[in-house]
């Protein structure tokens, strides 16, 4: 009981009424009057106050003096935080086609073949097809052949058109580079080329005519073009400054390419490390081309 009627007292303290007047100070005249309670003053004091925390958080929330918060990140430490998790991005893409690019380089020089070509059809379709088709030969198509069977033993055309087996031998390769050549083809088991000491920023030619295939940056070699010519031959060139070819894009013997550089962990000097490869087989270049 008596706690209810503790708790009736102040309630009703707080419902009591109060009169706030302002008087003129010289002629005690009534300026103004409010009626207010406890009740009353609470309320108003608590709307304001929350009133004004809420504008406070809009003004730090939408405008720039949120900047000045310790913790929070600035607009260009933010958009610097964009840029490079778009740039992640976009290294992890350019990694997994480089990575797939040297994966189908290796197995094309292995003499292997490329899986997952699009061009490839399902086998187990075409044989289900094939047996439904009815191959019966008729009359007119066996009189056919023989006709072209005799005609065939009198025609030397037949065997005009076979080609000789393509041999390196026949093949002019341009000097991709003039200059001294300081490491031998074979002088370790890795090192499956040449080296030829330049002048810096040397122009590099291509041997053939061809096509780029690949053109990249590596830890150990650094920049690198790959071009594939004809009869299967392709030739490497490493350590490059710059590159000045792209991807795809068709050269011509004796046509710049790169300039020399020392780029790369296994770059020891200013030189080029040049390869050539036929059927997937490293070949010694001076054998072919006089590189002084």
């Known amino acids: 009981m008596a706690q209810e009627k503790e708790k009736k007292k102040l309630i009703k303290k707080l419902r009591n009424r109060y009169k706030l007047v302002f008087l003129n100070e010289q002629t005690y005249e009534e300026v103004f009057m409010l009626h207010l309670s406890r009740l009353n003053a609470f309320t ?57 690019l040297l994966k189908n380089i290796r197995i094309i020089m292995a003499g292997g073949t490329i899986e997952g070509d699009e061009s490839k059809t399902d086998q187990s379709d075409i044989t289900n097809d094939e047996q439904l088709i009815d191959f019966k030969k008729s009359k007119e198509d066996s009189i056919f052949r023989l006709q072209i069977e005799q005609e065939e033993k ?41 080296d030829i000491a330049a002048a810096q920023e040397s122009r590099v ?53 790169a300039k ?7 770059s020891t000097g200013v030189h080029l490390h040049f390869e050539i490869w036929h059927n997937g087989t490293p070949i010694d270049p001076e054998t072919f081309i006089a590189f002084n």
Not at 160 to 184: A, H, M, N, R, T
Not at 232 to 252: F, P
């Open 44 to 100: 108003f004091f608590g709307s304001v106050a929350l009133i004004i925390i809420a504008l406070v958080t809009l003004l730090i929330t939408f405008t720039p003096l949120r900047e000045y918060i310790p913790g929070y990140p600035s607009g260009q430490e933010r958009s610097m935080i964009i840029q490079n998790s778009q740039r992640v991005d976009s290294l992890i893409l350019e990694i997994n086609k480089r990575d797939k």
């Open 205 to 257: 030619s291509a041997i053939m005519d061809g096509t780029v295939i690949f053109t990249g940056w590596t830890v150990e070699t650094g920049y690198v073009i790959q071009i594939q010519h004809v009869n299967n031959i392709l030739s490497v060139y490493k350590h490059n400054a710059t590159l000045l070819k792209k991807m795809g894009e068709k050269v011509q013997a004796g046509e710049v390419i």
């Open 260 to 266: 020399v550089g020392n780029s790369g962990e296994y």
């Open 154 to 194: 009198f025609n030397l055309s037949v065997y005009q058109g076979k080609e000789s087996p393509f041999q390196i031998e026949q093949s002019f390769f341009f000097c991709p580079l003039k200059g001294i050549v300081v490491g031998k083809f074979g002088e370790s088991p890795d090192h499956f080329g040449v």
